[in-house]
């Protein structure tokens, strides 16, 4: 490579805190827009496209995380990254994309080095591209944890980004914020909201785990014991069997028609299950007369 182009070639170091800068902002923005200092590069329909079944959305209201989308803020970052490209790829026949060419294309780009350009015209990709042909269940690239976790259920997480901020706030109470260090509580009353909000005991635990400070990382048990044994806990008292009377709704005569019927459902507060491959839904017998005229119209 000439040397005009090494010259401006970034380290390791830099394309990784690139890479996460970018990354958190995206996340940000597609959970929060309020909170995103900037905004992202893509459109408000990808956006939206994204934001599908991880936000709802009544009129005049603010919009809110979905369980989904609560449980989509806990996984790994490779977790996230994927459910974001099966999206991407799911509706890339209405921006005009061909989805093989797409699919070859992200295939490809996973097995260049990172940090590495081509001839005078490169480019450059960063971890979060190269990784994509990890397992899911690989842990090596992972990136360091930042979270300490006591045994009277104090919290600590040495990090300044505020999209860590905003998960820790799924289950603990932060108590306040200096520079780089969040300091929070994981109370009996912050983790009833999190199981109201569909996020489960294990899913804690696994992210506490994951994300565990170097400090703590190589002990056994990462996180104590007596934390992880309470969270679970408490988590069985609010466990109890509850009938729902539902609605079952499939053989859509196309998937703009589902979507329509799926956000519907959700808007009125009645959906209860989607499986969006197979095109099929669950909704409360409440607002069963409410779909059906509905469907009507769509189908007019």
Same mark, same amino acid.
């Given at each position: 490579?000439?040397?005009? $182009?090494?010259?401006?070639?970034?380290?390791?170091e830099?394309l990784?805190?690139?890479?996460?800068?970018?990354?958190?902002?995206?996340?940000?923005?597609?959970?929060?827009?309020?909170?995103?200092?900037?905004?992202?590069?893509?459109?408000?329909?990808?956006?939206?496209?994204?934001?599908?079944?991880?936000?709802?959305?009544?009129?005049?209201?603010?919009?809110?995380?979905?369980?989904?989308?609560?449980?989509f803020?806990?996984?790994?970052? /490779?977790?996230?990254?994927?459910?974001?490209?099966?999206?991407?790829?799911?509706?890339?026949?209405?921006?005009?994309?061909?989805?093989?060419?797409?699919?070859?294309?992200?295939?490809?780009?996973?097995?260049?080095?990172?940090?590495?350009?081509?001839?005078?015209?490169?480019?450059?990709?960063?971890?979060?591209?190269?990784?994509?042909?990890?397992?899911?269940?690989?842990?090596?690239?992972?990136?360091?944890?930042?979270?300490?976790v006591?045994? /009277?259920?104090?919290?600590?997480?040495?990090s300044?980004?505020?999209?860590?901020?905003?998960?820790?706030?799924?289950?603990?109470?932060?108590?306040?914020?200096?520079?780089?260090?969040?300091?929070?509580?994981?109370?009996?009353?912050?983790?009833?909201?999190?199981? @109201?909000?569909?996020?489960?005991?294990?899913?804690?635990?696994?992210?506490?785990?994951?994300?565990?400070?170097?400090?703590?990382?190589?002990?056994?048990?990462? $996180?104590?014991? /007596?934390?992880?044994?309470?969270?679970?806990?408490? @988590?069985?008292?609010?466990?109890? $069997?509850?009938?729902?009377?539902?609605?079952?709704?499939?053989?859509?005569?196309?998937?703009?028609?589902?979507e329509?019927?799926?956000?519907?459902?959700? $808007?009125?507060?009645?959906?209860?299950?989607?499986?969006?491959?197979?095109?099929?839904?669950?909704?409360?017998?409440?607002?069963?007369?409410?779909?059906?005229?509905?469907?009507?119209?769509?189908?007019?």
């Amino acid at each position: 490579m000439p040397s005009s $182009v090494t010259a401006r070639l970034p380290t390791v170091e830099e394309l990784d805190e690139y890479a996460l800068d970018k990354w958190e902002r995206f996340l940000l923005q597609l959970i929060s827009p309020g909170q995103a200092e900037t905004a992202t590069s893509f459109s408000s329909s990808m956006m939206r496209i994204f934001q599908r079944g991880l936000i709802r959305q009544r009129e005049k209201e603010a919009p809110r995380l979905t369980e989904s989308g609560f449980q989509f803020l806990l996984m790994d970052t /490779n977790a996230q990254l994927w459910y974001i490209i099966r999206e991407y790829i799911s509706n890339s026949e209405e921006q005009g994309v061909d989805q093989a060419d797409l699919i070859a294309f992200l295939l490809e780009l996973s097995f260049h080095t990172s940090g590495q350009g081509r001839k005078e015209s490169w480019f450059i990709p960063t971890k979060l591209a190269t990784n994509l042909s990890v397992s899911l269940t690989d842990s090596s690239s992972r990136k360091q944890g930042f979270v300490v976790v006591e045994t /009277n259920f104090r919290m600590y997480a040495y990090s300044s980004s505020k999209l860590h901020c905003e998960i820790l706030r799924l289950f603990a109470r932060v108590e306040y914020q200096l520079p780089n260090l969040i300091v929070s509580a994981i109370t009996k009353e912050s983790l009833y909201n999190a199981f @109201e909000n569909g996020i489960t005991a294990e899913q804690i635990v696994t992210f506490l785990q994951q994300n565990a400070h170097p400090r703590v990382a190589e002990k056994i048990p990462s $996180v104590p014991e /007596n934390v992880t044994d309470r969270i679970r806990l408490w @988590e069985t008292d609010l466990n109890r $069997v509850e009938m729902t009377p539902a609605h079952h709704y499939d053989e859509f005569p196309s998937r703009d028609v589902f979507e329509a019927a799926s956000d519907f459902a959700r $808007v009125h507060c009645g959906l209860l299950w989607e499986d969006a491959k197979k095109m099929r839904l669950i909704v409360k017998a409440d607002i069963h007369m409410l779909m059906r005229e509905h469907l009507r119209g769509q189908n007019k």
